[in-house]
Every structure is written in structure tokens, then in C-alpha cells.
């Protein structure tokens, strides 16, 4: 593990919000406010936030980045490793949901705990998927092999990845990093401003 962590930056989004596509195009920017944000926290430069035809941010000046919107939070990161963070927001889930992305074993790894783990599971598997780039087909090939209070240890396609967990009231964030290191968290009370240079 590295000694430093990515800074994961983690904002709400404005309170009242437009609809439809205004809508989506307002929690993209704040997600990439956020993605700035990081990358102005750790000394990286302005990077250009390129996706290729599949939707994978593709790297920039040797600095990897991913983000996340949630319909009232979003979290973004940079990091020289490659990495993934999503932000999941608790909802009332069906049961074949469930079991699309848990599997027994996994269940019953969490039942020893006295949790679910559904929201852990589903946000954990996503920022693993989104560091290695791949979209949802993927998530067969995804396990988890250990839970501890705030990480999961999954595996993947034979790969072993920490994946840390924040928890908020109503929300989960998780982060994935190909080296597995702690992230360092900035957490915002108020939407971040259109200027990333405002200090925290
Ligand atoms: C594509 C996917 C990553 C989108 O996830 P999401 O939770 O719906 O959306 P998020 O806001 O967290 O992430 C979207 C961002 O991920 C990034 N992204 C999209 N595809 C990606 C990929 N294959 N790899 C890495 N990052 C990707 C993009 O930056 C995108 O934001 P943008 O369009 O504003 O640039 C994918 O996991 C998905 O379709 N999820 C649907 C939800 C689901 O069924 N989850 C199962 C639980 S494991």
C-alpha cells in the first residue's frame, strides 16, 4: 500500500435542482468540480476529463480520474494509479436485485456482521469495475472475500483489491485503487462553487 492515499473529494449537490437533461448535465459538472477539486488537492495538473468511445476516463498526464453522481451527491478523484469511485444513495431494493449482486457466500459474510450488505456490495463491485474500466457484464466476475467495518476485499478476474468505504446517512461511497492504498477524504457541506480553486 502507498503512503498516500488519492484525495476523494465528496460534495452534495444544490438543493433544488432543474429537470431532465438539465438535470443530468448539472450533477455531471459538479462531479467534475469535484474531479478538479482532487486533482487541485494533490498537486496535479488541470487535466483534460476525456472518456473514450466505451465512457472510460482515460488518463491524462500520467493522473488517472473517476467520479460519481448520485441524484443529490457526487465524489471525484484523481490518483496516479489507476482508479474507480462510486457514490450510492440508500433505496428500497428488490429481491432479484439482491441476488444479482450477491451471491450466498457473500451473503453470508455479511450476515455474520448483522448487515445486509447490499448497498456495500453494489457501490463496492462498482468502483472496482469502473478502476478496471469495464461496465456491469463484468460483474460476475467480481467477489468479495472479506468485510471489515469500512473495506471490502474483492477479487477479481484472479486480482485482489482493498475497496474503502465511507458511510453517510443515506449514502455509501466506495473507492477502488489498483494499489489498494487509503484514500483520504474532503468532504463538502455546501455544493462546490463552478471555481475547483476554492479552499475547503
Ligand atoms: C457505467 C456505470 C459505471 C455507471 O454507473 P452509475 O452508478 O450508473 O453512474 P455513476 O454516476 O456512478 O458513474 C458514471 C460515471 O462513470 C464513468 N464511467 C462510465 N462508464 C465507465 C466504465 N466502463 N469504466 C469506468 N468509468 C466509467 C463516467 O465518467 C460516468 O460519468 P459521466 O457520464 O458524467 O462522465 C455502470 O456501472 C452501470 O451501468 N451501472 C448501473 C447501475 C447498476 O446496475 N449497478 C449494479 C451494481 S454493481
Same mark, same amino acid.
Given at each position: ?25 448539472? #450533477? ?13 488537492? #494533490? ?17 491524462? #498526464? ?74 456491469? #457484464? ?63
Amino acid at each position: 500500500m502507498s503512503a498516500q492515499g488519492p484525495v476523494i473529494v465528496i460534495a452534495p449537490l444544490p438543493s433544488v435542482l432543474p429537470r431532465g437533461r438539465e438535470r443530468v448535465e448539472l #450533477q455531471r459538472d459538479h462531479a467534475r468540480r469535484a474531479v478538479r477539486r482532487s486533482a487541485l488537492a #494533490q498537486n496535479a495538473p488541470r487535466l483534460a476529463l476525456r472518456k473514450n468511445v466505451d465512457e472510460v476516463p482515460q488518463p491524462d #498526464q500520467g493522473w488517472h480520474w473517476s467520479l460519481s453522481h448520485s441524484p443529490s451527491r457526487v465524489a471525484g478523484v484523481v490518483s496516479p494509479s489507476r482508479v474507480g469511485v462510486d457514490v450510492e444513495e440508500a433505496r428500497a431494493v428488490r429481491a432479484d436485485m439482491i441476488d444479482r449482486i450477491l451471491d450466498e457466500r457473500e451473503k453470508a459474510l455479511f450476515e455474520e456482521r448483522g448487515e445486509d450488505g447490499f448497498l456495500r456490495t453494489w457501490t463496492g463491485k462498482e468502483a472496482l469495475l469502473k478502476e478496471f474500466g469495464v461496465g456491469l #457484464q463484468a460483474l460476475s466476475r467480481c467477489r468479495i472475500e472479506r468485510v471489515d467495518a469500512d473495506t471490502l476485499e474483492l477479487r477479481f478476474d484472479g486480482q485482489r483489491r482493498v475497496v474503502y468505504q465511507r458511510f453517510f446517512p443515506d449514502h455509501v461511497v466506495s473507492i477502488c485503487s489498483q494499489d489498494s492504498s487509503e484514500p483520504r477524504y474532503e468532504v463538502w457541506d455546501a455544493p462546490l462553487a463552478p471555481s475547483e480553486e476554492r479552499a475547503p
